[in-house]
């Protein structure tokens, strides 16, 4: 894709001409080739409901499937959709005008779940779960509304292993957020096109372009939740030996059932070892009848 004015979409307007930067978007762009093709995301003539919050991970999101899109490489159309919650000083005009702006279908839609969550969860608890699952089924609405097959959403692979190791820590099981699944329901597909490409990169691309970031801890239940210890952790793993969330994050694509211990996953129990391999290895011993 060219980068003259003439051929380029809005949401590339200004885009920094250094080197470095090209290396960022051409490799934010690979990696999420890479998963949209590995995890089997694209049905043709689709249409998918890309979420905005307007944090760094979903302009990230926005932007390289418009890339993507543009170069031929994505044959869906994209309906891009914010979720306004009600949330105390939430700049409730800033996504509708950049996205006026940058010529991208939308819809935004306004639904005062904060209240909701304020009133159900105890003080002191996390607001977290219950916004989450309210604004998720909300999305679902929205996506059958407005025809589309997939909500798409922009979590990155930090976010993958953050959930992995929280699961892992609070949960006493190991799963995390896959890049593909489908609802509860069985009617939308849900994917995470960012699932290989590292939050730093995100953060990097949002802010070299400029795009609007909005805050996302508005709601003030941030503090001390156990995402934040366990970035932390990871944070300090990766200072100590750079390299090592890549390195953890492709051991979730390695899984091995027969070296872990579920037996839903694996039959322990029927396992079998061949008795001619035990005469060859050990032909002295004789065949017990």
Not at 67 to 80: D, F, S, Y
Not at 106 to 125: A, F, I, L, N
Not at 161 to 172: I, V
Request: glycine residues 6%; charged residues 25%.
């Amino acid at each position: 894709m060219l980068d003259d004015n003439d051929d380029i979409h809005p949401l590339f307007h200004g885009a920094p001409s250094t080197t470095e930067f090209k290396k960022l978007r051409k490799r934010i762009v690979r990696y999420t080739r890479e998963a949209i093709e590995q995890y089997g995301m694209v049905e043709r003539d689709a249409k998918w409901l890309v979420c905005l919050s307007g944090g760094k991970d979903s302009y990230t999101l926005l932007a390289v499937l418009y890339e993507l899109k543009w170069r031929g490489l994505l044959p869906v159309e994209l309906l891009a959709c914010n979720l306004d919650q009600g949330q105390p000083g939430f700049p409730s005009t800033v996504l509708p005008a950049f996205l006026e702006k940058m010529e991208v279908p939308h819809r935004v839609e306004y639904q005062d779940t904060y209240s909701v969550v304020v009133d159900k969860v105890p003080q002191g608890r996390t607001y977290c779960a219950l916004c989450s699952r309210l604004r998720r089924g909300n999305l679902y609405r929205i996506a059958r509304e407005e025809g589309c097959s997939a909500v798409v959403l922009g979590h990155h692979r930090d976010d993958i292993l953050e959930t992995f190791f929280m699961n892992l820590f609070h949960g006493g099981r190991l799963a995390t957020m896959p890049p593909k699944l489908v609802n509860e329901e069985g009617d939308l597909f849900v994917y995470r096109p960012l699932a290989h490409v590292a939050e730093a990169d995100c953060e990097k691309f949002a802010h070299a372009m400029n795009y609007p970031i909005i805050p996302c801890d508005l709601c003030g239940s941030q503090d001390g939740l156990q995402r934040q210890q366990v970035k932390q952790i990871l944070d300090g793993w990766e200072k100590n030996s750079p390299g090592r969330r890549q390195v953890m994050f492709r051991a979730l694509m390695n899984a091995r059932p027969s070296h872990l211990l579920d037996p839903k996953l694996f039959d322990f129990a029927g396992l079998q070892t061949d008795p001619r391999k035990e005469r060859e290895n050990y032909p002295d011993i004789p065949q017990l009848r």
